[in-house]
């Protein structure tokens, strides 16, 4: 019979006799539990658990809605790539009882999933634990797992420090309250009773993992949930088939709705009885991340007092990080014409002091060449808190990200023992010849003066003036007075930004229903593409509808129903008008509407409609939606922007990706929460062009920059604060520098098209080192960098400027 079986683990537990366990099968659907909580797990629901208890007065109570898997991921076939993964949906392949024992097998794309419920005769308590077997091998999502949903019931939850020894209480624990706990106690105080969760933080390592699992509660309106944030994964996964991936709980249902000493005595007998052992891991296994330089990292000769040492701008550097101990006696770069390349310098002085100025000077090549110092620029990186799980785990919450520019940020306090980093950019203008560039700069520290050769070698090549890669972040908190800056700034980072600030309010405006009338008559637009050398510019306000629209919901755009002749006319009037406007201003080849968002299959007709409007009425203008390679996507849409590779990108999808591209189609990738995720090291920002290139894709979205501000606060930050808002303007990311030495990687890999064939198949197998086309994703400092080195030296020995 097929079946299979429980997700959930959960209890049910009073405390003294134990109750008869009985599980039965009723018509494929079972039945599991004793006289004190019961479970019934449904064949439709593939087995999702839940649990049900009894109060004082035996009257039953909801403990447990479900406990599932829940990420985005692949689907398994092309008809819709990708989607939502939700357990309850992925078929019951098998189910046996064994004894007081469940055991369920069921199984997705990606994984073979086994699920044990253990129930005991001698214990009041059940145990859950998942065993994920990959089935390919390849870099996956990060996901965090199980999703467990309890009832509203539990007012307040107590946790302990790791140690089952100490426990606070709250409504609403922070991320850093919980970050090390083994238990949760559920406090249900309306039933008199508690329910008792306890997590085995080391199970990863049982599968040769480094480290284990941190625990989040969250109180929501309809449940409160708990979910489980696995150290071990990176921001990209790579497991090979047949590497697993594990979790274990444990319930009891206790007596008593607050916190008791009876309770702590339960939560540490049921540990030792089931092996629920203390943290066998440490934050010391993270100490390559935030104590050690990386290889490149170099100490200079410094000044009396102050250690003055460089690392590649690809290593985040901590308050605290070591010195290197390796010494260098210069800054050595090197960098195409049209190049940005940067440098952070360090500063940890012994005692308190001063960081009073930066000054560069010219940097000069034989024949009396020279790069000016107003080309070159330094930003001092201000701290930001943040509250990942890792850095919560090894207790460094804090960052440095805000780029603060000099001379405005000086002086500056150095505080004694602490790193404070100088963010430096050489900029070789277009046009530089080749050659080796030498100068110096100089650090002033409390009246004495530190000066460090610098060395840019220009290899004798140029970057495009407009990027081949389009990176298109929304702009939508910032002010419009600062929107001209903001644009300015981005395109300096490679990042290509909404032109006019606004949406329904502000196409009001300009729009009566019959024609645009921009304000400017379009010369931001034509400043940020033709002045900027931003790639491509968005049809302002012209949004219909996201994953949660469906037919017979109004869009977005001026709020009116799709299936009406008000909607056909004046979307029919916005195109015409839009269409004859940029193509008067010659940006018709670089304009793009992004209408649809989160294609699934209820919006196709839509689509189909809408799209077919386009063409008719603004032929020559590419359209982009965010969705899944799906048939009927690629069928309507120029340009399609995909989740992250780690959600889909295999074999059989990697053939429709590569048909697609032959047939003309553009691909851009999404990846809000690990590109810009503060989660995650330098590399990440940088190699994303990396993996788009290796990939065949040419552009990124970021779905928000300026997401939700308040002017003067940063109490935020992440992949949708990449510019903060200050006091009085904006304050961008250290990120955004990060990101543009990407896109420039990726302008330089583009050239490589010109090369020879063998010689270009060379780089590409020396590319594939960092981002092979199906393996594991490798942004290693020393060899990106190597990488890099070798495509520009190659470069510079075949191409003329």
């Given at each position: 019979?097929?079946?299979?079986?429980?997700?959930f683990?959960?209890?049910?537990?009073?405390?003294?006799?134990?109750?008869?366990?009985?599980?039965?099968?009723?018509?494929?659907?079972?039945?599991?539990?004793?006289?004190?909580?019961?479970?019934?797990?449904?064949?439709?629901?593939?087995?999702?658990?839940?649990?049900?208890?009894?109060?004082?007065?035996?009257?039953?109570?909801?403990?447990?809605?479900?406990?599932?898997i829940?990420?985005?991921?692949?689907?398994?076939?092309?008809?819709?790539?990708?989607?939502?993964?939700?357990?309850?949906?992925?078929?019951?392949?098998?189910?046996?009882?064994?004894?007081s024992k469940?055991?369920?097998?069921?199984?997705?794309?990606?994984?073979?999933?086994?699920?044990?419920?253990?129930?005991?005769?001698?214990?009041?308590?059940?145990?859950?634990?998942?065993?994920?077997?990959?089935?390919?091998?390849?870099?996956?999502?990060?996901?965090?797992?199980?999703l467990?949903r309890?009832?509203?019931?539990?007012?307040?939850?107590?946790?302990?420090?790791?140690?089952?020894?100490?426990?606070?209480?709250?409504?609403?624990?922070?991320?850093?309250?919980?970050?090390?706990s083994?238990?949760?106690?559920?406090?249900?105080?309306?039933?008199?009773?508690?329910?008792?969760?306890?997590i085995?933080?080391?199970?990863?390592?049982?599968?040769?993992?480094?480290?284990?699992?941190?625990?989040?509660?969250?109180?929501?309106?309809?449940?409160?949930?708990?979910?489980?944030?696995?150290?071990?994964?990176?921001?990209?996964?790579?497991?090979?088939?047949?590497?697993?991936?594990?979790?274990r709980?444990?319930?009891?249902?206790?007596?008593?709705g607050k916190?008791?000493?009876?309770?702590k005595k339960?939560?540490?007998?049921?540990?030792?009885?089931?092996n629920?052992?203390?943290?066998?891991?440490?934050p010391?296994?993270?100490?390559?991340?935030?104590?050690?330089?990386?290889?490149l990292?170099?100490?200079?000769?410094?000044?009396?007092?102050?250690?003055?040492w460089q690392?590649?701008?690809?290593?985040?550097?901590?308050?605290?990080?070591?010195?290197?101990?390796?010494?260098?006696?210069?800054?050595?770069?090197s960098?195409?014409?049209?190049?940005?390349?940067?440098?952070?310098?360090?500063?940890?002085?012994?005692?308190?002091?001063?960081?009073?100025?930066?000054?560069?000077?010219?940097?000069?090549?034989a024949?009396?060449?020279?790069?000016?110092?107003?080309?070159?620029?330094?930003?001092?990186?201000?701290?930001?808190?943040?509250?990942?799980?890792?850095?919560?785990?090894?207790?460094?919450?804090?960052?440095?990200?805000?780029?603060?520019?000099?001379?405005?940020?000086?002086?500056?306090?150095?505080?004694?023992?602490?790193?404070?980093?100088?963010?430096?950019?050489?900029?070789?203008?277009?046009?530089?010849?080749?050659?080796?560039?030498k100068?110096?700069?100089?650090?002033?520290?409390?009246?004495?003066?530190?000066?460090?050769?610098?060395?840019?070698?220009?290899?004798?090549?140029?970057?495009?003036?407009?990027?081949?890669?389009?990176?298109?972040?929304l702009l939508?908190?910032?002010?419009?007075?600062?929107?001209?800056?903001?644009?300015?700034?981005?395109?300096?980072?490679?990042?290509?930004?909404?032109?006019?600030?606004?949406?329904?309010?502000?196409?009001?405006?300009?729009?009566?229903?019959?024609?645009?009338?921009?304000?400017?008559?379009?010369?931001?637009?034509?400043?940020?593409?033709?002045?900027?050398?931003?790639?491509?510019?968005?049809?302002?306000?012209?949004?219909?509808?996201?994953?949660?629209?469906?037919?017979?919901?109004?869009?977005?755009?001026?709020?009116?129903?799709?299936?009406?002749e008000?909607?056909?006319?004046?979307?029919t009037?916005?195109?015409?008008?839009f269409?004859?406007?940029?193509?008067?201003?010659?940006?018709?080849?670089?304009?793009?509407?992004?209408?649809?968002?989160?294609?699934?299959?209820?919006?196709?007709?839509?689509?189909?409609?809408?799209?077919?409007?386009?063409?008719?009425?603004?032929?020559?203008?590419?359209?982009?939606?965010?969705?899944?390679?799906?048939?009927?996507?690629?069928?309507?849409?120029?340009?399609?922007?995909?989740g992250?590779?780690?959600?889909?990108?295999a074999?059989?999808?990697?053939?429709?990706?590569?048909?697609?591209?032959?047939?003309?189609?553009?691909?851009?990738?999404?990846?809000?929460?690990?590109?810009?995720?503060?989660?995650?090291?330098?590399?990440?920002?940088?190699?994303?062009?990396?993996?788009?290139?290796?990939?065949?894709?040419?552009?990124?979205?970021?779905?928000?920059?300026?997401?939700?501000?308040?002017?003067?606060?940063?109490?935020?930050?992440?992949?949708?604060?990449?510019?903060?808002?200050?006091?009085?303007?904006?304050?961008?990311?250290?990120?955004?520098?990060?990101?543009?030495?990407?896109?420039?990687?990726?302008?330089?890999?583009?050239?490589?098209?010109?090369?020879?064939?063998?010689?270009?198949?060379?780089?590409?197998?020396?590319?594939?080192?960092?981002?092979?086309?199906?393996?594991?994703?490798n942004?290693?400092?020393?060899?990106?960098?190597?990488v890099?080195?070798?495509?520009?030296?190659?470069l510079?020995?075949?191409?003329?400027?």
């Open positions: 019979m097929k079946n299979t079986v429980v997700l683990c959960l209890f049910f537990l009073g405390i003294s006799l134990f109750g008869e366990v009985k599980i039965r099968d009723l018509k494929g659907n079972l039945s599991a539990g004793n006289d004190k909580i019961s479970m019934y797990l449904l064949n439709k629901r593939n087995y999702a658990f839940n649990l049900t208890g009894k109060d004082d007065a035996g009257k039953n109570f909801g403990l447990v809605i479900e406990s599932i829940w990420y985005h991921g692949r689907s398994g076939n092309t008809d819709h790539i990708y989607q939502d993964q939700s357990e309850t949906k992925w078929k019951p392949l098998e189910y046996k009882v064994n004894g469940i055991i369920t097998r069921t199984a997705n794309a990606d994984f073979d999933t086994v699920r044990e419920i253990t129930f005991f005769d001698d214990l009041d308590a059940v145990t859950f634990e998942y065993i994920l077997t990959v089935k390919e091998s390849r870099d996956h999502g990060v996901i965090r797992f199980p467990t309890l009832t509203k019931e539990i007012t307040e939850v107590s946790f302990d420090d790791g140690t089952l020894e100490k426990f606070a209480t709250s409504a609403k624990p922070s991320a850093a309250e919980t970050v090390r083994r238990a949760f106690i559920l406090h249900i105080p309306a039933r008199n009773k508690s329910l008792l969760m306890l085995d933080v080391n199970l990863p390592l049982k599968y040769g993992h480094k480290l284990g699992i941190a625990p989040v509660y969250s109180p929501g309106s309809w449940c409160r949930s708990v979910n489980f944030n696995h150290l071990y994964q990176p921001e990209f996964p790579f497991y090979k088939a047949g590497d697993k991936l594990g979790m709980l444990a319930f009891a249902l206790l007596d008593g916190l008791s000493d009876i309770h339960a939560a540490k007998e049921l540990a030792v009885k089931l629920f052992a203390k943290p066998e891991y440490t010391a296994d993270l100490a390559d991340v935030y104590e050690k330089p990386s290889p990292a170099a100490s200079f000769a410094g000044i009396p007092g102050v250690a003055v690392e590649s701008p690809m290593k985040r550097v901590y308050p605290a990080m070591n010195i290197p101990v390796k010494k260098a006696e210069k800054i050595s770069l960098s195409a014409a049209n190049e940005r390349e940067s440098i952070q310098i360090i500063l940890k002085p012994q005692s308190k002091a001063v960081l009073e100025k930066v000054e560069f000077s010219d940097l000069t090549a024949g009396d060449r020279k790069i000016a110092a107003k080309n070159f620029y330094a930003n001092l990186l201000g701290v930001q808190k943040v509250a990942t799980p890792r850095a919560l785990f090894y207790g460094e919450t804090r960052f440095p990200d805000k780029l603060r520019p000099v001379p405005e940020a000086l002086p500056a306090k150095l505080k004694a023992g602490q790193n404070t980093v100088c963010h430096l950019t050489f900029f070789a203008p277009p046009g530089t010849p080749g050659g080796v560039y100068g110096s700069v100089a650090l002033t520290i409390s009246g004495k003066k530190c000066v460090i050769p610098v060395e840019l070698k220009v290899w004798g090549f140029e970057l495009p003036q407009v990027s081949r890669y389009t990176a298109h972040g939508w908190s910032s002010l419009p007075e600062h929107r001209e800056e903001v644009l300015q700034k981005l395109a300096q980072y490679g990042m290509n930004g909404s032109i006019y600030y606004g949406g329904q309010k502000q196409l009001r405006e300009i729009f009566d229903g019959k024609e645009l009338r921009f304000k400017d008559d379009l010369a931001l637009a034509e400043k940020a593409l033709k002045v900027y050398h931003q790639p491509m510019f968005q049809a302002p306000y012209l949004f219909l509808g996201a994953w949660d629209w469906k037919p017979g919901k109004k869009v977005q755009f001026l709020n009116l129903d799709l299936e009406t008000e909607f056909n006319q004046k979307f009037n916005y195109l015409a008008s269409y004859r406007q940029v193509k008067a201003k010659g940006i018709l080849d670089r304009s793009f509407i992004y209408m649809w968002d989160e294609m699934t299959g209820g919006h196709y007709a839509a689509m189909e409609k809408t799209v077919n409007m386009v063409h008719k009425h603004a032929p020559g203008i590419r359209l982009m939606t965010v969705s899944a390679p799906d048939p009927m996507v690629l069928k309507y849409n120029d340009i399609i922007t995909t992250p590779f780690g959600q889909w990108w074999k059989n999808t990697k053939a429709v990706v590569d048909k697609a591209l032959a047939d003309g189609k553009e691909f851009w990738i999404y990846l809000n929460g690990t590109t810009f995720a503060l989660t995650g090291e330098p590399t990440i920002p940088r190699v994303t062009p990396w993996l788009c290139y290796a990939n065949g894709f040419t552009g990124y979205l970021q779905w928000s920059m300026d997401y939700n501000w308040k002017y003067g606060t940063f109490e935020k930050n992440g992949d949708v604060w990449i510019l903060y808002p200050g006091y009085d303007k904006p304050v961008y990311s250290a990120r955004l520098e990060y990101f543009r030495d990407g896109v420039e990687d990726f302008n330089m890999m583009y050239l490589t098209r010109k090369l020879p064939p063998q010689i270009r198949d060379q780089l590409d197998k020396e590319i594939a080192r960092v981002v092979p086309v199906m393996g594991k994703t942004p290693d400092i020393t060899v990106m960098n190597e890099r080195n070798r495509i520009g030296e190659t510079d020995k075949y191409l003329e400027k």
